[in-house]
Nanobody, 126 residues
Framework: QVQLVESGGGLVQPGGSLRLSCAASGFILGDYHIGWFRQAPGKEREVVSC????????YYVEPVKGRFTISRDNAKNMVYLQLNALKPEDTAVYYC???????????????????WGQGTQVTVSS
């Protein structure tokens, strides 16, 4: 059974850090591009970052560049998203998703992704 499970969310003060984890089962995570998305209350889901399967190239949207870091540990079938210098506007449910590679590098479009986790809540508040 293919499954993605996120963990590591929580309540953190502005300026704080969290590390989100995405665990895969039922498939080899290293064979897939992985994306992190988020959905804030009342807003549409948006991409945050992605990491490619082939060369582990990483890509970020502008609001999180320099603050978030995506990484993967293929041996553990895990992908991580390190969140630093968190801001209240980062508050959202964060999702990881897996894309069976159709392109050389990962993409930001949601429709590219085949499997999704259930999400983990990140709340940034004082």
């Amino acid at each position: 059974q293919v499954q993605l499970v996120e963990s590591g969310g929580g309540l953190v003060q502005p300026g704080g850090s969290l590390r989100l984890s995405c665990a895969a089962s039922g498939f080899i995570l290293g064979d897939y591009h992985i994306g992190w998305f988020r959905q804030a209350p009342g807003k549409e889901r948006e991409v945050v970052s992605c990491i490619s399967a082939s060369d582990a190239g990483t890509y970020y949207v502008e609001p999180v560049k320099g603050r978030f870091t995506i990484s993967r540990d293929n041996a553990k079938n895990m992908v991580y998203l390190q969140l630093n210098a968190l801001k209240p506007e980062d508050t959202a449910v964060y999702y990881c998703a897996a894309d069976r590679p159709r392109h050389q590098i990962c993409r930001f479009a949601e429709y590219e992704y085949d499997y999704w986790g259930q999400g983990t809540q990140v709340t940034v508040s004082s």
